[in-house]
């Protein structure tokens, strides 16, 4: 049995969102398959176009742009830690998005 290393819980998110290279040029859209305040798991994408950093745009919520950093890729997902801390003002509203999230995973 996997030992769970994570430190968050993460919620089904099924969002759009966006790649974006650090410069800010558009890498191309994604899909985010899972969500929590560390990290999240991106696919739709061609890994192989992502670096090991970039920004990710959120497109559902409050979240906005977030710093990435790339901790494992498989031929179709990446997983990514957050770099940058979660903005204060938006802790209380990401929890409330992954807590309204986890409610309409099969909605």
């Known amino acids: 049995m996997r030992r769970e290393r994570r430190q ?3 919620v089904e998110w099924h969002s759009p969102g966006k790649i974006y290279d650090c410069d800010g040029d558009l ?3 994604c899909v985010i398959k899972d969500f929590s305040n560390g990290g999240a798991k991106v696919t739709g ?3 192989g176009r992502i670096p090991d950093q970039f920004m990710l745009r959120i497109a559902r919520g409050a979240v906005g742009m977030r710093k990435c950093h790339v901790l494992w890729r498989s031929a179709t ?3 990514v ?3 940058d801390g ?3 003002a938006n802790r209380r ?3 409330r998005l992954q ?3 986890s409610r309409h995973v099969h909605a």
């Open 99 to 101: 807590a309204d999230a």
């Open 77 to 79: 997902t990446v997983g």
């Open 86 to 88: 979660l903005p204060h």
């Open 45 to 47: 994408i061609a890994v």
């Open 93 to 95: 509203s990401s929890a």
């Open 8 to 10: 968050n819980i993460r």
């Open 81 to 83: 830690e957050f770099a």
């Open 27 to 29: 890498l191309g859209r």
